[in-house]
């Protein structure tokens, strides 16, 4: 839906096209990572079903589409193996990625909120809220779980 009340917006939209693109190349790089290939493959059996999951949410990130409906932040506390530093090597595949295929502004916009999710869902994964009045509590939002500043990202209710 390009739109020419926000001629920002609409010049780093993808088209439905470019999402399918770089969803299925950035996962092809991921299944034969060494370090997120094994994570991914013990809960992915049919990878057809996932792609598709994963070109509607980025159609509902990028474009507002509201195709997809689900819980990124349920399915990603179920994995129990995975490291902080697994999101720097999937952070890190995700930008190489946009890069050698979207234009310059739309891989900024990508990476962009590739960066932001990526955060919240660390912050429920592994931020351990600490017992009132500990010198490690961070700021105003010890409590966060990430579910609400996801819920924003990914344009979900
Ligand atoms: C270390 C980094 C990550 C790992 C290892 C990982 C792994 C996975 C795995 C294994 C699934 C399938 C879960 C299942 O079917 O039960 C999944 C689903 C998903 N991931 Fe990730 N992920 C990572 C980071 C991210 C990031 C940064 C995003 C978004 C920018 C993201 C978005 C999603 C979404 C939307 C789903 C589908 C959830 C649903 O079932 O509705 N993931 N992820």
């Known amino acids: 839906m390009p739109n020419s009340r926000f001629p920002e917006f609409a010049q780093t939209m993808p088209s439905e096209d470019l999402i399918r693109a770089l969803v ?3 996962y092809a790089k991921v299944r034969a990572d060494d370090a997120l290939g094994p994570i991914f493959n013990r809960v992915i059996s049919d990878w057809g079903p996932h792609l598709e999951k994963m070109c509607a949410f980025w159609s509902s990130v990028m474009r507002m589409s509201g195709r997809y409906h689900g819980n990124p932040m349920a399915a990603h506390l179920r994995l129990k193996t995975v490291k902080p530093e697994d999101f720097e090597r999937w952070l890190s595949l995700f930008s190489e990625t946009a890069r050698e295929l979207c234009p310059e502004d739309i891989a ?3 990476v962009d909120r590739a960066h932001n999710i990526a955060h919240s869902l660390q912050l429920g994964m592994f931020y351990r809220p600490q017992p009132r009045g500990s010198a490690t509590r961070i700021g105003a939002n010890a409590a966060n779980d990430g579910t609400g500043s ?3 990202e990914i344009g979900a209710k």
């Open 24 to 26: 299925h190349g950035f």
């Open 150 to 152: 996801l819920s924003d």
């Open 108 to 110: 900024d916009a990508f």
